[in-house]
């Protein structure tokens, strides 16, 4: 089991590296498109393309970071005035889900990619499946991180 674990922190680093350098790249080429554009007066035209392919693969490592660190916006209101075996059937419930959004969003990620995968970028010429194809990536992600949550809060045996 410490393999393992040691094996998932080793993943949430590679996962937060990679998130910090699209964030950069990203922040680069805006900055190259903007000076060539108003100093220049000549747009790159596949800068916006590559931007937005960036930016989903951010969004979507973002989504699977935020699940495994219990980020996401949940509301407590009920669950605080509920009996603690309660709270925490819920709380294992919520991973369990969380397990469950993971795989679909994998295969049916898989899916979409593989029918875009033909059709090509207008300006880049690449796979259009290429900016898909963080979605299964995320979701394999995902249910990594909603089962190792699960599986820390089984290790500590909150009553």
Do not use: C
């Amino acid at each position: 089991m410490r393999q393992i674990r040691t094996g998932v922190r080793w993943l949430e680093r590679v996962v937060r590296w990679i998130g910090g350098y699209l964030m950069v790249i990203m922040v680069a080429i805006v900055t190259w498109q903007v000076f060539a554009r108003y100093v220049l007066h000549h747009t790159p035209a596949w800068s916006e393309e590559i931007v937005l392919m960036l930016m989903m693969w951010f969004g979507f490592l973002s989504i699977a970071a935020g699940f495994r660190h219990g980020l996401h916006l949940k509301i407590n209101i009920l669950m605080d005035h509920m009996p603690r075996p309660v709270q925490r059937a819920a709380d294992v419930l919520t991973d369990i889900l969380v397990v469950v959004f993971g795989v679909m969003l994998a295969v049916e990620g898989a899916k979409f990619v593989g029918l875009t995968w033909a059709a090509k970028l207008p300006v880049t010429q690449l796979p259009q499946g290429m900016q898909y194809l963080i979605i299964p990536l995320a979701g394999v992600l995902v249910a990594i991180y909603g089962l190792m949550n699960l599986l820390d809060r089984e290790g500590r045996n909150e009553p």
